[in-house]
């Protein structure tokens, strides 16, 4: 079936749908942070709930990773993706009602629905294209995906200035609207592969869950992730306005730029793999030149902002091969199971903000003095990334390739 020109055409029509709703649910992932100021006075909360609010976001999309590998693995992507979109469109549009309580059901529909667009993407790619075609098309995804993090903010901000932000969010419900109709005509029904080979749900959880290699990938996963998770995400920012005195706008872009890297660096890390045919020193060589690249951005001091985006590009390119990890789980694991394996090492990769985060801010505390934190502190806290990485770099030793796993078993 693979071999088939009409079904890899199929195949394709799928993959843009599934891959579009991942850049969709990734701008609805950052609107909370463009829209901050207005959503804040709108609901009348302080910084502090208002942060609650964004995070209901995460509690869906992290717990709902292997439920919704699950569904895709056992009733195929289309009413999954379906069901998917509808959830974040309704979840959007959730903030145009005055409650706090129905806009974090809001937050956490997008976050629910939002779990499955990746997880279709890699479904749909297992599904349609040969097995030496998954590497490429995982990170196209990412970076399509990526984009839709990049480029979503300046419409949403434009949209509110001009209109209003309630204009905003029915721009992006009507977005949603579109690309449901689009993926009713492009996810055509009875192609997935579940159906065929069907494994019996508890089997092949069992069978995935007792995969040491499964344990082995997520847990470099994590360690991989906390770059993102505790400089990206949180306190990059600061570091960046307290050493290199950076406004808040340019250390913002400057931290995000991270971002860039990874989504321009994973189409590269796949040809990478093409060209090497060894995940174990892709994953290597990326744990070693980040932590390179961290260990020189944080100990630095007279970096312009000129001369931090492209060194912070550049980390996120050289962070860019562990979504290569995505393929891995899948090939170590039967076809049917693709969107479970993905679901649970994205959800295992996810576990890194909860500890890095938090981890990181008891650090700095830690580290400093009575009254306003300074420059040490923050470089004390970000310890935590390089010390990541190392872990990772040996971690790394001891994942297998995918024929070592096709000879043990």
């Not at 801010?361 to 830690?366: A, E, N, T, Y």
Request: glycine residues 10%; charged residues 10%.
């Amino acid at each position: 079936m693979k071999q088939s020109s009409t079904y890899k055409h199929i195949g394709w029509i799928a993959l843009s749908a599934a891959v579009l709703f991942y850049a969709y649910q990734f701008a609805l992932r950052i609107f909370p942070s463009v829209l901050s100021h207005e959503l804040m006075s709108s609901f009348g909360v302080d910084a502090a709930t208002f942060g609650i609010l964004a995070s209901f976001y995460y509690y869906g999309y992290a717990f709902f990773q292997v439920p919704a590998g699950t569904l895709i693995d056992r009733f195929g992507t289309r009413r999954v993706l379906l069901l998917s979109i509808a959830g974040c469109v309704v979840g959007n549009l959730c903030f145009l009602f005055p409650h706090l309580w129905l806009a974090c059901v809001g937050r956490l529909l997008i976050g629910i629905g939002s779990a499955g667009s990746f997880l279709g993407c890699i479904k749909i790619a297992t599904e349609h294209f040969d097995e030496d075609k998954l590497s490429l098309l995982t990170g196209l995804s990412v970076f399509v995906g990526t984009m839709g993090a990049v480029g979503g903010s300046s419409p949403i901000v434009y949209i509110s200035q001009q209109f209003g932000w309630q204009e905003a969010i029915y721009t992006f419900g009507l977005l949603g609207g579109l690309l449901f109709a689009f993926s009713l005509y492009a996810l055509k029904k009875n192609t997935s592969l579940a159906r065929e080979k069907g494994i019996p749900l508890f089997s092949s959880l069992k069978m995935l869950f007792s995969n040491p290699q499964t344990w082995i990938i997520g847990l470099f996963g994590i360690l991989a992730y906390v770059p993102m998770a505790a400089f990206c995400d949180l306190w990059g920012p600061p570091f960046l306005q307290k050493t290199f005195g950076l406004d808040a706008g340019d250390a913002a872009f400057a931290a995000s730029s991270l971002y860039i890297g990874l989504g321009g660096g994973a189409p590269l890390a796949a040809l990478l793999l093409a060209r090497i045919n060894s995940y174990r020193f892709c994953f290597m060589g990326a744990v070693t030149a980040s932590f390179v690249l961290f260990t020189t951005l944080l100990f630095s001091q007279n970096l312009t902002f000129v001369m931090l985006v492209p060194l912070i590009i550049a980390l996120g390119v050289c962070l860019s091969p562990q979504v290569l990890a995505f393929p891995l789980v899948c090939t170590i694991n039967p076809p049917s199971m693709s969107a479970t394996a993905s679901g649970l090492h994205n959800t295992i990769c996810m576990l890194s903000g909860i500890f890095a985060q938090p981890l990181v801010g008891k650090l700095i505390v830690h580290h400093a003095n009575a009254g306003v934190l300074s420059a040490s502190d923050y470089q004390f806290g970000l310890m935590l990334v390089p010390v990541s990485l190392m872990l990772a770099i040996v971690l790394s030793f001891f994942i297998k390739e995918p024929q070592e796993e096709t000879l043990r078993a």
